[in-house]
């Protein structure tokens, strides 16, 4: 069974920074992509950045481009969201997700239906 457990979200002044991490058991982590979405109160669940199962590749929103990194650690089984110069609007409760991808299909997805397993969030909240 797979299992994904968010960590490091928490309360920043606007400007500050966050590292967001997603800790991932069962199956092989290295073929898994990984994404990075977020849900802000009222409105519906917005992809955030995705990478590769090789980390080859990765995409981001352009609400965050320049501002945030996605990186996944084959070794530790995890994948990292490092958030700098956070803005107010960056509130949200944080999910990562994974999704088992062939060797041929290493690509980075923002779409959530190509994700199979998610975590159950951490929030982030910026203050201004």
């Known amino acids: 069974q797979v299992q994904l457990v968010e960590s490091g979200g928490g309360l920043v002044q606007a400007g500050g920074s966050l590292r967001l991490s997603c800790a991932v058991s069962?199956?092989?982590?290295?073929?898994?992509?990984m994404g990075w979405f977020r849900q802000a109160p009222g409105r519906d669940r917005d992809f955030v950045a995705a990478?590769?199962?090789?980390?080859?590749?990765?995409v981001y929103d352009d609400s965050v481009k320049g501002r945030f990194t996605i990186s996944k650690d084959n070794g530790k089984n995890t994948a990292h969201l490092q958030m700098n110069s956070l803005k107010p609007e960056d509130t949200a409760v944080y999910y990562c997700?994974?999704?088992?991808?062939?060797?041929?299909?290493?690509?980075?997805?923002?779409?959530?239906?190509?994700?199979?397993?998610w975590g159950q969030g951490t929030r982030v909240t910026v203050s201004s």
């Open positions: 997700a994974a999704e088992i991808r062939e060797p041929q299909n290493d690509y980075a997805s923002g779409l959530d239906f190509d994700y199979d397993y």
């Open positions: 069962g199956g092989t982590f290295s073929k898994y992509a």
């Open positions: 990478i590769s199962w090789s980390g080859g590749s990765t």
